[in-house]
Each structure stands twice: as structure tokens, then as C-alpha cells.
């Protein structure tokens, strides 16, 4: 009952306090404070960019979901090279997003214009008013307006 604890806050520690930390504990203590903070991680990476034990990586992972892996046989992980992968990785993610969304989009935009192009053909073809057309084609209510008008 009489034990004194030592409670550390990372994010309230400066970088001269973290620099007092001579074992890997520093590098833990400096990646969980700067978790949020692109900028601040880069240069904790850069500074104190070494190898990471098993021990470290299961902190990181839980703690602030760094994702950090070893590979079959490793026993560490360079912080740097890893840091660099996972940024490809995030970059590799946004990209495929992106093209996912651009081509919903596109396959969207193609299906209108067919769909506008079929309303058009209809009308002129069988002088069909817009509305019957639309009725026809089984345009959707929400986009019978928006037809009208580039009809």
C-alpha cells in the first residue's frame, strides 16, 4: 500500500522529457504522444528511428493501432522502413477508393446519359410526351425532374 506509482502521460511529456528516456521506452512514450500528429510522428521517426522489438510493436499495435507487422522469422521491425510502407499502404487504400468512387460515379453518369438518350429516342420515335416515356422506362420519381429539364 505504501508503493509510490509513477503515473506518465505521453501526450503532457515534452521532447526534452522524452529525450531523458534512454531504452525504447522513449520511442514508445514519443509515437503514442505524436499518434494524432503526422508532422510530430514524422520526426519522432526520424530522430529516434530504430528497430523495434515484438515487445514494442504489441504496444504500439494496441495502444494507438500503429498496425506495425514482423514477418516470419523477425524478431524486430525497422521503425523507419515500416513507417514508410505504411504510409504506400495508406496511399495504395486512398487511391483505390478514389478510383472505386470515380467509377461509380462515371458508371452512374453513363447509365443517366443512356437512359436520357432512350428517353429521347422514345419520344421523338412514337411522339410520346416526356412523362410517358419516363413511365415507360421506369424512370425512378426522384430523377423524373431533373429528365424534364434536359429534355
Not at 13 to 21: H, I, N, V
Not at 72 to 88: F, H, I, N, Q, T
Request: with cysteine; hydrophobic share 35%; proline share 3%.
Amino acid at each position: 500500500p505504501d508503493y509510490k506509482i509513477h503515473l506518465i502521460t505521453p501526450s503532457g511529456l515534452s521532447d526534452q522529457e522524452l529525450d531523458k528516456f534512454h531504452t525504447s521506452l522513449r520511442e514508445v512514450l514519443s509515437l503514442i504522444k505524436y499518434a494524432n500528429d503526422k508532422e510530430g510522428m514524422e520526426r519522432t521517426i526520424q530522430k529516434n528511428g530504430h528497430k523495434l522489438r515484438i515487445e514494442e510493436i504489441h504496444v504500439l499495435n494496441r495502444c494507438i493501432n500503429m498496425k506495425l507487422e514482423l514477418k516470419d522469422g523477425e524478431e524486430e521491425v525497422e521503425l523507419c522502413k515500416a513507417w514508410e510502407d505504411m504510409k504506400k499502404e495508406v496511399a495504395e487504400e486512398t487511391a483505390k477508393r478514389v478510383e472505386a468512387e470515380t467509377t461509380k460515379r462515371v458508371e452512374a453518369a453513363t447509365k443517366d446519359s443512356t437512359l436520357l438518350e432512350s428517353l429521347r429516342n422514345l419520344m421523338e420515335s412514337l411522339h410520346m410526351p416526356a412523362d410517358q416515356a419516363m413511365e415507360i422506362l421506369r424512370v425512378p420519381e426522384s430523377k423524373r425532374t431533373t429528365f424534364s429539364a434536359m429534355l
